[in-house]
């Protein structure tokens, strides 16, 4: 079965960064389309950024647009997000997902391969 591990979340002060990581096994992250998702409590998951499989695109959500940056290191079969210039808002459980589709979408179903989400938190 298919396996992301995500890691890299933290505790972090506003203005800071972080950047995470989703591990792929059993299977090549270039060969799906790869997307970030946020939880916040009691806020439905949101897409964050997404990576098109094969040509490499991304998109993001307007509310992170010039401070988050996904990018893929196919070597290690790594998807990363670094987020810069982080808000208190930002904080929420982050989740990579993959999908065989060949455009990216910010609807959670429509990814069938989910990570457990790893913890980011900005505050003072």
């Known amino acids: 079965q298919l396996q992301l591990v995500e890691s890299g979340g933290d505790l972090v002060q506003p203005g800071g960064s972080l950047r995470l990581s989703c591990a792929a096994s059993?299977?090549?992250?270039?060969?799906?389309?790869i997307g970030w998702f946020r939880q916040a409590p009691g806020k439905e998951r949101e897409g964050v950024s997404c990576m098109r499989r094969s040509t490499g695109s991304t998109n993001y959500a307007d509310s992170v647009k010039g401070r988050f940056t996904i990018s893929r290191d196919n070597a290690k079969n790594t998807v990363y997000l670094q987020m810069n210039s982080l808000k208190p808002e930002d904080t929420a459980v982050y989740y990579c997902?993959?999908?065989?589709?060949?455009?990216?979408?910010?609807?959670?179903?429509?990814?069938?391969?989910w990570g457990q989400g790893t913890q980011v938190t900005v505050s003072s």
């Open positions: 997902a993959a999908r065989t589709g060949y455009y990216c979408s910010v609807v959670p179903r429509e990814f069938g391969f």
């Open positions: 059993r299977f090549t992250l270039d060969g799906y389309t």
